[in-house]
C-alpha cells in the first residue's frame, strides 16, 4: 500500500468549559498568569457523566457515521490514553460494543500508555499495521482520548479534556513520511502518576519543561540528519509549512518553536536570516544545558521566532488553547485545528508534528498533504466551529466542586452520576451506572 496515512477524523470534547480568566481572579493569581503567561483561553472538563471512555465511544462512533464506515470494515482499533480506569482491561475493549452488532470482533490492538506519547504510539502501531505483511486490506482507526486533570495549585490551569478518532488507510490525503522521524527516550520523573487512588499525576512541573525541551532538541537534531541521509540535503524550518507541537499550555509550545529556530542557527547561521542570527550570536558558545536554562536566550529566541511563530505555528493552535492539555488528544487536536483553518491550502504542504510524553517518550515526525477536496470535507466533517458554539460557560467555583465530586469518582463503585444531562451535547455518551462489581455502562444521549 501506498501513500499512508489518515484518511478521515473526528474530535470530540466535553460541553462544559471554565473561562482561564475567571480562573485567574478564583485562584487569586496575577491577571494574565493562565492567559497570558501560560497562553490558554478555556479549560474543558468531564463531569462525572463523562470519562475517557465515554468520550472514545462517542468520537470513534461519530467517525464510523459521519464517514459511512461500515463497521466490518475496521480491522485495526489502537487507544492512545493515560487515564487509568480499569488499568488491566483496555479502553479499546470498551469500545468493542460499538461493533457488536456487525459482528465484527476481528479487530487488532489495545491501549498504548505513556504520559501524552500513548497516542503516537498507538498511531505508529496503526501504519506499520497498514504497511505490513499482515495487512488485510481494511482500515484502522486510532483514537487519542484524555481527561487531563490536576491538584489544586499551579498545575491545575493545565489540565484539559478531549478525544480524537482518525481512520488510517491507503491513498491518503495526510500522508505521513515514515522514513522521517527523530525520537528521543529517556528515564526521567517529570510527571507520573504512582498514586493508584489519585487521579492526579505526581509532577515536577519545571523538570518537565526542560525535559520537553530537551527532547525538542534531541528529537529535531535526529529528524534532521535523517532528512538530510534521504534527501541529500540539509533540513530547515523553511522546508515545513506548518509545526504542530504537543500542547500542555500555548507558551511552552511558543518557547518550543523559538528552540527550533535556535537549533537551525546552531547548526547552521545561514539557516536563519542576518538579523536573527546576529542576536542568536551572543549565545552560540552556551552549553546544550545551559542552552537551556538561559532566560535572555530563551527571549531573545522567541522575538526572533515570532513572525514565524505566528505563521507556521498560530493556525494549529485554537483547540488545544480553547480546551486545555488533552494528554495524548493534543498533538492531533492541533492537527485538527490547522486542517479546519487551512482546508484549501494545504494540498502538497509539510508539517512537522512533535509528540511529548513524560517519564519519557518523544518524537519529531512529518507528513504531507495532498488531495485538498478530502481535506475540506475533514475539515466540514468535524465541524469545529458548531462543536465550540454549542458548549457551556460555567463558573471556577462549579469547576472546583466537580473537581471534588471526581475525585470522589476516581476508582469507586456501586454509584450512578449525579451531573445533569443537560451539559451533553446530542449523541454523546454517558456513564449511566458504575455497578457494585466496578462495571460500567454506557449510553448516547
Ligand atoms: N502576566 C503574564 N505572565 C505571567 C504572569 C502575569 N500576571 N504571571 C506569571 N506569568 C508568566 C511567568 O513569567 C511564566 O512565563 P515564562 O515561563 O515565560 O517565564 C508563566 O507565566 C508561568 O508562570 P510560572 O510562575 O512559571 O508558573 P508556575 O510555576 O506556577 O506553573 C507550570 C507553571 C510549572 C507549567 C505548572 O502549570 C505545571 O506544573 N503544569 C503541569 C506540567 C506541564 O504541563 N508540563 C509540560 C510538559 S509535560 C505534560 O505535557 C504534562
Same mark, same amino acid.
Given at each position: 500500500?501506498?501513500?499512508?496515512?489518515?484518511?478521515? %477524523?473526528?474530535?470530540?470534547?466535553?460541553?462544559?468549559?471554565?473561562?482561564?480568566?475567571?480562573? /485567574?481572579?478564583?485562584?487569586?493569581?496575577?491577571?494574565?498568569?493562565?492567559?497570558? !503567561?501560560?497562553?490558554?483561553?478555556?479549560?474543558?472538563?468531564?463531569?462525572? &457523566?463523562?470519562?475517557?471512555?465515554? %468520550?472514545?465511544?462517542?468520537?470513534?462512533?461519530?467517525?464510523? /457515521?459521519?464517514?459511512?464506515?461500515?463497521?466490518?470494515?475496521?480491522?485495526?482499533?489502537?487507544?492512545?490514553?493515560?487515564?487509568?480506569?480499569?488499568?488491566?482491561?483496555?479502553?479499546?475493549?470498551?469500545?468493542?460494543?460499538?461493533?457488536?452488532?456487525?459482528?465484527?470482533?476481528?479487530?487488532? !490492538?489495545?491501549?498504548?500508555? $505513556?504520559?501524552?506519547?500513548?497516542?503516537?504510539?498507538?498511531?505508529?502501531?496503526?501504519?506499520?499495521?497498514?504497511?505490513?505483511?499482515?495487512?488485510?486490506?481494511?482500515?484502522?482507526?486510532?483514537?487519542?482520548?484524555?481527561?487531563?486533570?490536576?491538584?489544586?495549585?499551579?498545575?491545575?490551569?493545565? !489540565?484539559?479534556?478531549?478525544?480524537?478518532?482518525? &481512520?488510517?488507510?491507503?491513498?491518503?490525503?495526510?500522508?505521513?513520511?515514515?522514513?522521517?522521524?527523530?525520537?528521543? %527516550?529517556?528515564?526521567?520523573?517529570?510527571?507520573?502518576?504512582?498514586?493508584?487512588?489519585?487521579?492526579?499525576?505526581?509532577?515536577?512541573?519545571?523538570?518537565?519543561?526542560?525535559?520537553?525541551?530537551?527532547?525538542?532538541?534531541?528529537?529535531?537534531?535526529?529528524?534532521?540528519?535523517?532528512?538530510?541521509?534521504?534527501?541529500?540535503?540539509?533540513?530547515?524550518?523553511?522546508?515545513?509549512?506548518?509545526?504542530?507541537?504537543?500542547?500542555?499550555?500555548?507558551?511552552?509550545?511558543?518557547?518550543?518553536?523559538?528552540?527550533?529556530?535556535?537549533?537551525?542557527?546552531?547548526?547552521?547561521?545561514?539557516?536563519?536570516?542576518?538579523?536573527?542570527?546576529?542576536?542568536?550570536?551572543?549565545?552560540?558558545?552556551?552549553?546544550?544545558?545551559?542552552? &537551556? &536554562? $538561559?532566560?535572555?536566550?530563551?527571549?531573545?529566541?522567541?522575538?526572533?521566532?515570532?513572525?514565524?511563530?505566528? /505563521?507556521?505555528?498560530?493556525?494549529?493552535?485554537?483547540?488545544?488553547?480553547?480546551?486545555?492539555? %488533552?494528554?495524548?488528544?493534543?498533538?492531533?487536536?492541533?492537527?485538527?485545528?490547522?486542517?479546519?483553518?487551512?482546508?484549501?491550502?494545504?494540498?502538497? /504542504?509539510?508539517?512537522?508534528?512533535?509528540?511529548?510524553?513524560?517519564?519519557?517518550?518523544?518524537?519529531?515526525?512529518?507528513?504531507?498533504?495532498?488531495?485538498?477536496?478530502?481535506?475540506?470535507?475533514?475539515?466540514?466533517?468535524?465541524?469545529?466551529?458548531?462543536?465550540?458554539?454549542?458548549?457551556?460557560?460555567?463558573?471556577?467555583?462549579?469547576?472546583?466542586?466537580?473537581?471534588?465530586?471526581?475525585?470522589?469518582?476516581?476508582?469507586?463503585?456501586?454509584?450512578?452520576?449525579?451531573?445533569?444531562?443537560?451539559?451533553?451535547?446530542?449523541?454523546?455518551?454517558?456513564?449511566?451506572?458504575?455497578?457494585?462489581?466496578?462495571?460500567?455502562?454506557?449510553?448516547?444521549?
Amino acid at each position: 500500500p501506498q501513500n499512508v496515512g489518515i484518511l478521515a %477524523m473526528d474530535v470530540y470534547f466535553p460541553a462544559s468549559y471554565v473561562s482561564q480568566e475567571e480562573l /485567574e481572579e478564583h485562584d487569586g493569581v496575577s491577571k494574565g498568569k493562565y492567559t497570558i !503567561g501560560l497562553g490558554q483561553d478555556r479549560l474543558a472538563f468531564c463531569t462525572d &457523566l463523562e470519562d475517557v471512555i465515554s %468520550m472514545s465511544l462517542t468520537v470513534v462512533k461519530s467517525l464510523l /457515521e459521519k464517514y459511512e464506515i461500515p463497521a466490518d470494515r475496521i480491522g485495526r482499533l489502537e487507544v492512545g490514553s493515560e487515564t487509568v480506569i480499569d488499568k488491566s482491561k483496555a479502553i479499546k475493549t470498551s469500545l468493542m460494543q460499538l461493533f457488536e452488532d456487525s459482528g465484527n470482533g476481528d479487530i487488532e !490492538g489495545v491501549d498504548s500508555t $505513556n504520559a501524552c506519547y500513548g497516542g503516537t504510539a498507538a498511531l505508529q502501531n496503526c501504519l506499520n499495521w497498514v504497511e505490513s505483511s499482515a495487512w488485510d486490506g481494511r482500515y484502522a482507526i486510532v483514537v487519542a482520548a484524555d481527561s487531563a486533570v490536576y491538584a489544586e495549585g499551579p498545575a491545575r490551569p493545565t !489540565g484539559g479534556a478531549g478525544a480524537v478518532a482518525m &481512520l488510517i488507510g491507503p491513498d491518503a490525503p495526510i500522508v505521513f513520511e515514515r522514513r522521517l522521524s527523530g525520537t528521543h %527516550m529517556a528515564n526521567a520523573y517529570d510527571f507520573y502518576k504512582p498514586n493508584l487512588a489519585s487521579e492526579y499525576p505526581v509532577v515536577d512541573g519545571k523538570l518537565s519543561q526542560t525535559c520537553y525541551l530537551q527532547a525538542v532538541d534531541s528529537c529535531y537534531r535526529r529528524f534532521c540528519l535523517k532528512y538530510e541521509k534521504f534527501a541529500g540535503k540539509p533540513f530547515t524550518l523553511s522546508d515545513a509549512s506548518y509545526v504542530i507541537c504537543h500542547a500542555p499550555y500555548n507558551k511552552l509550545v511558543q518557547k518550543s518553536f523559538a528552540r527550533l529556530v535556535y537549533n537551525d542557527y546552531l547548526r547552521n547561521a545561514s539557516f536563519v536570516d542576518e538579523e536573527a542570527g546576529a542576536r542568536f550570536q551572543p549565545f552560540a558558545i552556551l552549553s546544550p544545558t545551559d542552552s &537551556l &536554562l $538561559n532566560r535572555d536566550l530563551e527571549k531573545v529566541s522567541q522575538e526572533v521566532a515570532k513572525k514565524q511563530y505566528n /505563521e507556521k505555528v498560530g493556525p494549529t493552535t485554537m483547540l488545544p488553547k480553547e480546551l486545555g492539555n %488533552m494528554y495524548c488528544a493534543s498533538l492531533y487536536a492541533g492537527l485538527a485545528t490547522l486542517v479546519h483553518n487551512k482546508s484549501s491550502s494545504l494540498d502538497g /504542504e509539510r508539517i512537522l508534528m512533535f509528540s511529548y510524553g513524560s517519564g519519557l517518550a518523544a518524537s519529531l515526525f512529518s507528513c504531507k498533504f495532498t488531495g485538498g477536496q478530502k481535506l475540506s470535507e475533514i475539515a466540514e466533517k468535524m465541524d469545529i466551529v458548531a462543536k465550540l458554539d454549542s458548549r457551556i460557560a460555567v463558573t471556577p467555583k462549579e469547576f472546583v466542586e466537580t473537581m471534588h465530586l471526581m475525585e470522589t469518582r476516581y476508582g469507586a463503585k456501586d454509584y450512578t452520576p449525579i451531573s445533569s444531562k443537560s451539559t451533553l451535547r446530542p449523541s454523546t455518551f454517558y456513564i449511566t451506572q458504575v455497578d457494585a462489581l466496578y462495571r460500567r455502562t454506557y449510553e448516547r444521549y
